[in-house]
Antibody
């Protein structure tokens, strides 16, 4: 069974940093593109970043420069380093598996809440 | 950035009725459009990909159509478990989602 379990969310002050982690299991992690997708409270979905199986990385334009996605295939883990956080970054952050490299989202974690507030 | 506009924002229908949801892209995305369903407190679920292909395990009452800039998700006869928020997503140029359509019980 595919499982994605996020951790690392919490309350952080504006300008602060946070590192999210996602532990994957039930599939060959190294073979899949992985994404972060976020959802602000009561709002829609927003794609954040992707790291593909070959470690090529791309970001949504609004995330470039502040967020860094990375992976550790030996640990079956995905990460998101978030710096210079703003109130508008408050959201549930989902770790998402890509469906066989087609940039579709087939398995989602339950999400971790990041709250940016003073 | 390709903008996806979903309409209506809210659709009020009764079980058994037909639901028609629209997603319009700001420029042509060929057939690179997917639909997701999200229920309260849950992560989204992939329903349709490449405009008209049902994902694994998705009931036949869900169907998608369209190409270019105009797309439709149709639920032929609403079941109680279909009341949820639906999002479209394009993968033609980067990745973006629409703002969502909430299908609520009338």
């Amino acid at each position: 069974e595919v499982q994605l379990v996020e951790s690392g969310g919490g309350l952080v002050k504006p300008g602060g940093s946070l590192r999210l982690s996602c532990a994957a299991s039930g599939f060959t992690f190294s073979s899949y593109n992985m994404h972060w997708v976020r959802q602000a409270p009561g709002k829609g979905l927003e794609w954040v970043a992707c790291i593909n199986s070959g470690n090529y990385i791309f970001y949504a334009d609004s995330m470039k420069g502040r967020f860094t996605i990375s992976r550790d295939n030996a640990k079956d883990s995905l990460y998101l380093q978030m710096n210079s956080l703003r109130a508008e970054d408050t959201a549930v952050y989902y770790c998402v598996r890509d469906s066989s490299g087609y940039y579709l989202f087939d398995y989602w974690g339950q999400g971790t809440l990041v709250t940016v507030s003073s | 950035e390709i903008v996806l506009t979903q309409s209506p924002a809210t659709l009020s229908l009764s079980p058994g009725e037909r639901a028609t949801l629209s997603c319009r892209a700001s420029q042509s995305i060929s057939s690179y459009l997917a639909w997701y369903q999200q229920k309260p407190g849950q992560a989204p679920r992939l329903l349709i990909y490449d405009a008209s292909h049902r994902a694994t395990g998705i009931p036949a009452r869900f169907s998608g159509s369209g190409s270019g800039t105009d797309f439709t998700l149709t639920i032929s006869s609403l079941e109680p478990e279909d009341f949820a928020v639906y999002y479209c997503q394009q993968r033609s140029n980067s990745l973006t989602f629409g703002g969502g359509t909430k299908v609520e019980i009338k």
